[in-house]
């Protein structure tokens, strides 16, 4: 084996990365030796701060193709702990919420804003990802009903840049994906209350002015001379492969790739939300109206994708365990998806919390998840249990 130390800007794809030489902070580790099959995965080595690495010039390569044996991409274990990172993405989570608020406000009065600001909070959001992305996708499951509106567009650009991350897209691709979530539902707030808050279905007419949200949130971006590829994706978050979504009634390829992806996140968090007039439903019965829509509305490879990313039992999600207990979704187990690691905090046969406690379901064969529930069904104050038992 023939070693050689080289600076993060000469690793291409094709080399085969032995270890971390030189970083700038922290300690990130390469637990898995391979070689850099993508451009993301240079990328995010970046992102890390890494700054030299030890490569094997015997295994590198950059014209043939890798071996099936070699085809494994170095994996890197760079996450900070859940509870250090919680309490940063909580307070990032609450900037978010506060910088929707302007954003409605700046649609809403036709007056333009900074669009540094936003774009700069994407990032941070890919930030905290890349540090622990349990904290976000933890904190996108505690919602108030009466800010639907606001953690609605907040949520989907945390689940987008996610997909994205899991998709192997570049840094500012990540970013866009983010921001194109951040922005997606900006013209809603011209839609008046009685229609955006009625509970039930809508009338046709009822629906027609709905539909009208996507126009406006695109005006405004498109005066605001925002970048066209961005508004693009915008516009085209209810635009359905079959051709019968709106406003344009784009069909097949005509809709974009990120395009596709933002209708995704967008109908997975709508469905699973809570609202005032109804409660959100489990993430397995929304994956499954999906995997419906998928057959016409989504793309299908897309949404396998996405379900993988999410799993089965996506973070922060309620499950009713055969122990008669309630339990928080709190760590994957990535070889083992079905049984994650979980806290438990309510005792079904009792009807009462009980003292919160971690559970792997990997390693305590003896208990297994029976199915997906909501807060509503056990009357369950989800944000109290978080702000108590999580966030501590």
């Known amino acids: 084996m023939a070693s050689l130390t080289i600076a993060i800007e000469q690793l291409e794809v094709g080399m085969y ?42 295994l590198s390569s950059h014209a043939e193709k890798p071996k099936a044996s070699e085809q494994r991409q170095p994996e890197l274990d760079t996450r900070v702990p ?39 909070f994407a990032r941070a959001l890919v930030g905290s990802l890349d540090r622990n992305p349990d904290a976000l996708l933890l904190l996108s499951r505690i919602r108030e009903k009466d800010t639907y509106l606001l953690e609605h567009s907040l949520n989907v650009g945390i689940l987008s840049a996610h997909f994205a991350r899991s998709l192997g897209m570049s840094q500012p691709e990540i970013e866009a994906a983010a921001y194109s979530g951040l922005l997606h539902d900006l013209g809603k707030i011209k839609i008046p209350d009685e229609i955006l808050h009625k509970p039930g279905r809508l009338t046709e007419d009822e629906m027609d002015v709905m539909k009208k949200h996507v126009e406006y949130g695109v005006e405004f971006l498109s005066a605001m001379k925002l970048d066209t590829g961005l508004i693009k994706v915008v516009s085209e978050h209810h635009e359905r492969l079959d051709g019968l979504g709106y406003p344009y009634r784009l069909s097949g390829e005509d809709i974009s790739y990120n395009g596709r992806i933002l209708a995704i996140t967008d109908m997975y968090d709508a469905l699973t939300a809570d609202r005032c007039y109804k409660a959100g439903m489990p993430s397995q019965k929304a994956l499954q109206i999906l995997m419906k829509d998928s057959e016409t509305k989504l793309d299908a490879t897309l949404l396998q994708q996405f379900i993988k990313c999410m799993r089965i039992y996506p973070l922060g999600s309620l499950v009713e365990l055969s122990n008669q207990r309630v ?40 208990i297994k998840i029976v199915k997906a529930v909501t807060p509503a069904q056990y009357n369950i104050d989800i944000n109290r249990f978080f702000k108590e038992s999580v966030m501590v």
């Not at 971390?20 to 070689?35: L, M």
């Not at 940063?88 to 900074?114: C, M, N, R």
């Open 17 to 58: 990365v032995l270890q971390i030489a030189e970083q700038k902070a922290g300690t990130v580790q390469i637990k898995t030796r391979g070689r850099v099959t993508s451009q993301a995965i240079i990328d995010q080595l970046k992102r890390k701060g890494i700054k030299r690495l030890i490569i094997d010039t015997d």
């Open 327 to 366: 339990a928080m979704v709190m760590h994957q187990n990535e070889q083992q998806p079905l049984r994650p690691v979980v806290k438990t905090f309510y005792s079904i046969s009792g009807g009462h919390y009980i003292t919160p406690k971690d559970v792997d379901l990997s390693k305590d064969l003896q």
């Open 82 to 120: 859940l509870a250090a990172e919680l309490v940063k993405a909580e307070s990032l989570y609450q900037q978010g919420i506060v910088l929707q608020k302007s954003l409605y406000d700046a649609v809403q009065e036709g007056t333009p804003f900074d669009d540094f600001v936003p774009a700069e």
